[in-house]
């Protein structure tokens, strides 16, 4: 046809997210007279998450916020996690708590995230979290899911009525993602490994997030002609000549010419994760000292 989708840019939409940041933490640290804090806590030497902690911990001092790492070894026990999250949880000057994920073999991360303040949940994992996102009440919302919406809102504008079916459950994307498009007023499938017929289901969205880690899973008779692709997918996958690429849950080239608005992988949906965990770090340090939310 010749018609090819928009792209939906997240790098420009995360660093716009990240000046709303920096702006928002300037005014707290005028306010308070000490900048927002963040202390991100990496046990073990996976080099994923290495990567990870370095890129949120330069993003944060970029913003105006100070980041403290609390490196611990594998061989780190329960009790030492625990007592350390304790420690984080009544010092004053920490307004956000961040357990990189994965932990290393041993160390129950349910337990460890759970132990996390709620005020200070800046993952928006907690119990409390999670609660208050099924109950439409304030706090801290997952990061992930959150660039989800606001880049579908930055493509759409008003999502109301839509139809937004999220390929995946998980407690980390999936589920989250359908309870904030609900909280847009969007009609919600919430589609899993059990779905039955998910092509079919997957044609009818107006707004398609695909969240399996599945590379390619959504071909280009899975895309309603005019809809949004929201690919939340990060896969590694090897090319033919030996080198890895990074490729999303959607085959790209194929939905360029069906789709109206696509995320592209990388530079999608993957730089919001940080530009929402600053906003969130902003949010929960003007709440704690109980300020208006700047940002
Ligand atoms: P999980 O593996 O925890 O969950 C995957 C979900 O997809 C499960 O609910 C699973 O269903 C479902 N699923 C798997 N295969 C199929 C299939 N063939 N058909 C339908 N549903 C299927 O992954 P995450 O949610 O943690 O992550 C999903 C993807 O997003 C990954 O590629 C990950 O790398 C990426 N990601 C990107 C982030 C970012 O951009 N910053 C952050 C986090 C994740 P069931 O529950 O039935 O098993």
Redesign the pocket.
């Known amino acids: 046809s010749g018609r090819r989708a928009v792209l939906i840019d997240g790098k420009a939409a995360a660093e716009g997210l990240d000046q709303a940041a920096r702006a928002g933490a300037l005014e707290l640290t005028q306010t308070l007279g000490r900048p927002p804090c963040l202390a991100v806590v990496l046990a073990g030497e996976d080099p994923a998450s290495q990567v990870y902690v370095r890129n949120k911990v330069r993003r944060t001092e970029s913003a105006g916020m100070i980041s403290v790492e609390h490196r611990l070894p594998a061989s780190v026990s329960q009790d030492e996690l625990l007592a350390l999250i304790g420690r984080l949880n009544i010092d004053p000057v920490v307004d956000g708590i961040l357990v990189q994920l994965p932990l290393p073999a041993g160390l129950d991360a349910q337990t460890v995230v759970q132990a996390i303040d709620p005020a200070k949940d800046v993952d928006g994992l907690t119990a409390a979290s999670a609660g208050a996102l099924v109950l439409g009440a304030p706090g801290l919302r997952p990061c ?1 899911p959150a660039g989800c919406v606001y880049l579908a809102r930055q493509a759409l504008g008003d999502l109301t009525g839509r139809h937004v079916v999220v ?4 407690i ?3 589920k989250p993602a359908a309870l904030l498009f609900l909280d847009a007023d969007c009609t919600v499938s919430l ?5 039955r017929d ?1 092509p079919a289901l997957a044609r009818q969205a107006d707004i398609l997030i695909a ?4 590379p390619g ?1 959504v071909k280009a008779d899975w895309i309603r002609p005019g809809a949004t692709v929201i690919d ?4 590694r996958v090897a090319r033919p000549d030996g080198s890895s690429a990074l490729t999303g ?1 959607a085959d790209y080239e194929a939905a360029l010419d069906i789709a109206d608005f696509i995320t592209p992988v990388p530079g999608g ?2 730089p ?2 940080i530009a929402m965990l600053l906003i969130n770090t902003v949010r929960a340090c003007a709440r704690r000292a109980g300020l208006a939310i700047p940002a």
């Not at 390929?167 to 998980?170: A, D, F």
């Not at 939340?232 to 896969?235: A, E, H, K, Y």
């Open positions: 992930t390929i995946g459950r998980s980390l994307v999936g589609a899993h490994s059990r779905t998910l969240a399996a880690g599945r899973m939340v997918g990060i896969n849950d949906v993957g919001m994760t």
